[in-house]
């Protein structure tokens, strides 16, 4: 026990003593969230759009006062012709055109097919649909609220329809994904760099010819790494919800328990990598290779599943964050309970035991 | 009993043959050198002598002890310094100091004696980092941790490689002050000055063994005649002495020139009139007693015995 | 025929250690230079300062007749460098590694071959031009890379420790370059840590704690300290130091 505590005591030392490990440790999730979750959002504010009223009604305004109050659209221009359209998306001053055809209120009221056509720039495909969806919410809006009882008279046709997050919002894509990201690079990247260290500076040879064994010494380098880890995923978090307003409709001791198995199979990766590696370099490059990159990738936390080409979808029920992020979206926006999450925990649980036992077998008493 | 009993090892690494059918004993209180240029073989035959690694062939046991059945045993009783200092560079020379010592289940207290003298030459830095220190003073910081378990036999693997003269001599004092006291030890070296300070040498070049004696009696194995020899032009004279048809081999040796001849027939006479007819000034010839490196050159030369 | 090497109270500094202090010094055309001291006495800053890459805090140095503040580019056009970590690429063959210095050091491309074979021919291993450097045995290595060093045809090279670890025919057959390169008038800078080593320099100096302690032919040194080997000498003035 005496010397457990010795060789975690070491570990802590070298994590304090190094500033990049730190940073990386925790100004890493920091900046991560952040940059996720106000910067790099998918969500639109303030998008500069153009009006084209032919059509110069109360209607025409209601509607154009509307979508700008809604915060998500700003006016750039009012418009006088269909040329102007071209030359402003041309120039690039506008996202989104809305152009009221000329006796839209006459159909509007008689109930005819009343048309408002919506133009988006799709050189921001994504931004583009956005867009188009926002605005034909809003419009949408209108007509409910004006006519509660009747049928809408106004054909636009709304396809999208948006469950749990209606307002796209970003930040609840993206924090389950940045956890996920974060626990992998903490806790496999950096056990396995460590390891490969004591591995370069040559300690642990001597560590071998000492009376501790093979599990005793990984015991040691990983406990350090899952109690900061574990401090990692309360922090991202505490940031999601207090921050970005990330919802917790579930359980929160469900949450840090799934957090904790997957910080345990990131290490037991982490363990896997650094048996199999000479060096830090390469333990960092394996890391980030068949880890980091995966994770953003094809995990849908950047790109979603459904839409990947079907190979990159079958490849992707192997990375383990895929798992999780549906894990952690799971309970904190659904407010799932493990009922529903069983499926994806037990992924987990296989996959940590796969890795262990992997590593089990590669602990060897000897060098190579 | 001896301490170490090696006998018949073999270790290749895929093609190549690091270690090739070496035998050796190494007698209890013995302070032994295992002499040779990189790529001897050194590195691996310790590394198999302190269980790290499984020989392909032979056996090899260390205190009694099968350096591959009785490993866990041997692991309490071996002291192990690998090729570079293996320190924790961001710990101080106290906490990496601890640290070992609670891996081996001690404490600096209860094993200071051993150390006292080395340590305390390191006691006024014990809170530098490790990595701040000087190649000396690693050296014998790494000594200390090797020694702090009181191990039964100490394995150093080239613990004065890059180090200064001045350290390397401070060094093997050290060893030899612990050796006194009755601690088994097997140092590896690349210098062949340092082969005068062991008990009992063995040469290794490619994996063989060429040569295990006292240092004093190891070279008596050259049986060729040997002479020094110094010029006013050195760059010159190695160049005439090598096309000398008298000549087996030539090579610099500090200030002078060391000429190994064919034959026991040519003198020195003969000699100075070769390069006094070659436009030599200043011209000193005197035969001389071999020492260990131009030993251990002449069995380099010799042919390998067949594969 | 100049002096390769002009310094005059050269020092630096780090914060308020000095590592180099105040050394004064010439070096001959031609002449082997051997540059002693234990570990943490100066030598390598020194050297580096002289090579044009370190700015020195204070005091004068040319090298080769170039200023080591204001021409630090044409110094390191002018010399030849190589370290105990080598710097050959282990990943590239024999021949790759010529040729990439080769154009590196500004050879026109129509010299690079002729010039390989040379190299090939002098040292005996045209058996080896296609194989990868990591495959060679060290000694090999260290006298391809010194053959490197001195493609451009430097006027001085500069030489970090360039026999570690070697046997002893080897390292011998390293001096023979060295002996042979100075004949030819390359002037010969060099560090070790092998003391009859030091007896095949014209001229050893040696630091201790960023100081010249001294500097003359290495029988010089004897007779002034009384002492048959340039090992006793070197005990001499760096005892004391070393557990600093």
Not at chain 1, 29 to 54: H, M, S, Y
Not at chain 1, 168 to 194: D, E, I
Not at chain 1, 242 to 262: I, Q
Not at chain 2, 44 to 49: A, D, N
Request: proline residues 4%; contains cysteine.
């Amino acid at each position: 026990m005496n010397r457990f505590i010795a060789f975690v005591k070491k570990e802590f030392f070298h994590i304090l003593r190094d500033r990049r490990m730190l940073l990386i440790l925790f100004g890493l999730p920091l900046v991560q969230v952040l940059l996720f979750g106000f910067a790099l959002t998918n969500e639109i504010k303030n998008a500069r759009i153009a009006i084209l009223d032919n059509d110069k009604s109360q209607h025409s305004q209601q509607i154009t006062a509307k979508l700008l109050a809604s915060g998500y659209f700003q006016l750039r221009e009012n418009l006088r012709s269909n040329t102007d359209i071209e030359r402003a998306f041309r120039r690039g001053l506008i996202k989104l055109a809305v152009v009221f055809p000329a006796g839209f209120t006459a159909d509007f009221e008689h109930g005819r097919n009343a048309q408002i056509q919506l133009l988006a720039d799709a050189t921001e495909q994504n931004t583009a649909i956005s867009l188009t969806n926002y605005a034909s919410a809003i419009i949408r809006d209108y007509t409910t609220d004006l006519n509660p009882t009747s049928q809408p008279p106004m054909v636009i046709d709304v396809r999208s329809r948006m469950v749990f997050n209606p307002e796209l919002k970003g930040a609840f894509v993206f924090v389950p994904g940045v956890m996920a990201m974060v626990l992998l690079l903490v806790s496999a990247l950096m056990t396995s760099v460590t390891i490969a260290r004591e591995r370069e500076t040559g300690t642990l040879e001597v560590l071998m010819v000492s009376p501790l064994s093979q599990g005793q010494i990984l015991l040691g380098k990983v406990v350090p790494y899952l109690l900061l880890s574990f401090l990692n995923g309360c922090i991202i978090i505490a940031l999601g919800v207090f921050a970005l307003n990330v919802p917790l409709n579930g359980s929160l001791a469900l949450l840090l328990a799934e957090t904790l198995l997957f910080i345990f199979l990131a290490l037991s990766i982490g363990i896997f990598i650094s048996s199999v590696v000479e060096t830090q370099l390469v333990a960092m490059f394996a890391s980030l290779m068949a880890m980091l990159l995966p994770t953003i990738f094809l995990s849908g936390f950047i790109f979603p599943i459904e839409s990947m080409p079907k190979p990159l979808q079958i490849v992707s029920n192997i990375i383990p964050a895929k798992y999780f992020i549906a894990i952690v979206k799971g309970i904190m926006i659904k407010g799932a309970g493990l009922r529903y999450l069983w499926q994806p925990t037990l992924v987990l649980v296989g996959m940590s035991l796969f890795f262990t036992v992997l590593s089990l077998r590669n602990l060897k008493p000897r060098l190579s | 009993m001896d301490a170490i009993i090696i006998e018949n090892v073999s270790k290749s690494y895929g093609e190549a043959l690091a270690v090739a059918d070496v035998s050796l004993s190494i007698r209890v209180g013995e302070l032994f050198g295992l002499i040779g240029p990189d790529g001897a073989g050194k590195t691996t035959l310790f590394k198999i002598l302190v269980t790290l690694l499984l020989p392909d062939a032979g056996r090899a046991t260390v205190v009694g002890r099968d350096v591959v059945r009785d490993y866990k045993d041997l692991r309490q009783r071996v002291g192990y310094m690998p090729g570079r200092f293996s320190l924790y560079p961001d710990l101080s020379v106290q906490e990496n100091l601890a640290f070992f010592a609670t891996v081996f289940g001690t404490t600096i207290r209860q094993n200071y004696h051993l150390i006292q003298e080395i340590y305390s030459q390191l006691e006024p830095f014990k809170n530098r980092r490790a990595g701040q220190l000087s190649g000396g003073m690693k050296q014998k910081l790494a000594l200390c941790c090797a020694l702090i378990h009181k191990p039964e036999v100490l394995f150093l693997d080239e613990p004065t490689t890059g180090v200064d003269a001045v350290s390397r001599k401070e060094f093997w004092d050290m060893l030899r002050k612990l050796n006194e006291r009755g601690l088994t030890t097997l140092v590896s070296t690349p210098y062949m000055d340092e082969a005068d300070r062991c008990d009992r040498i063995a040469f290794m070049q490619t994996g063989r063994v060429l040569a295990v004696d006292q240092p004093s009696v190891i070279t008596n194995r050259f049986r060729k005649p040997l002479f020094a020899v110094r010029a006013a032009d050195t760059y010159r004279l190695i160049q005439d002495l090598r096309q000398a048809p008298f000549t087996e081999s030539c090579y610099s040796f500090g200030e002078f020139l060391h000429l190994t001849v064919r034959s026991g027939g040519v003198t020195d006479l003969q000699i100075g009139q070769y390069l006094l007819d070659k436009n030599h000034r200043n011209i000193e010839i005197q035969p001389i007693q071999p020492g260990i490196e131009d030993t251990f050159m002449a069995l380099m030369n010799q042919p390998e015995p067949t594969a | 025929m100049g002096k390769a090497v002009i310094t005059n109270q050269l020092t630096k500094k780090f914060g308020d250690f000095v590592a180099t202090n105040a050394i004064t010094f010439d070096v001959e055309q031609g002449e082997i230079f051997g540059f002693l001291g234990a570990n943490g006495a100066g030598k390598t800053t020194a050297m580096r300062m002289l090579c044009g890459l370190l700015k020195p805090s204070s005091g004068q140095a040319s090298v080769a007749g170039f200023d080591v503040y204001r021409q630090s580019e044409k110094i390191k056009q002018n010399i030849g460098y190589m370290s105990q970590r080598f710097s050959l690429y282990e990943d590239l063959t024999v021949r790759e590694n010529i040729r990439f210095y080769g154009g590196i050091y500004g050879l026109r491309r129509a010299e690079i071959p002729a010039k390989t074979d040379q190299i090939l021919a002098k040292l005996g291993i045209e058996s080896v031009a296609n194989s990868l450097v990591a495959a060679l045995p060290l000694g090999w290595k260290q006298k391809l890379a010194f053959s490197v060093a001195l493609l451009h045809e430097p006027k001085i090279v500069f030489l970090d420790e360039p026999t570690g670890g070697v046997d002893p025919i080897t390292r011998r057959q390293f001096w023979d370059l060295i002996y042979e390169a100075a004949h030819q008038g390359t002037t010969v800078f060099v560090t070790t840590h092998y003391m009859d080593e030091a007896e095949y320099c014209n001229r050893v100096s040696i630091m201790v704690d960023g100081r010249m302690k001294a500097l003359d032919t290495p029988a010089g040194l004897k007779t002034a300290y009384g002492v048959d080997s340039m090992d006793a000498v070197f005990q001499i003035l760096a005892r004391g130091t070393s557990t600093k």
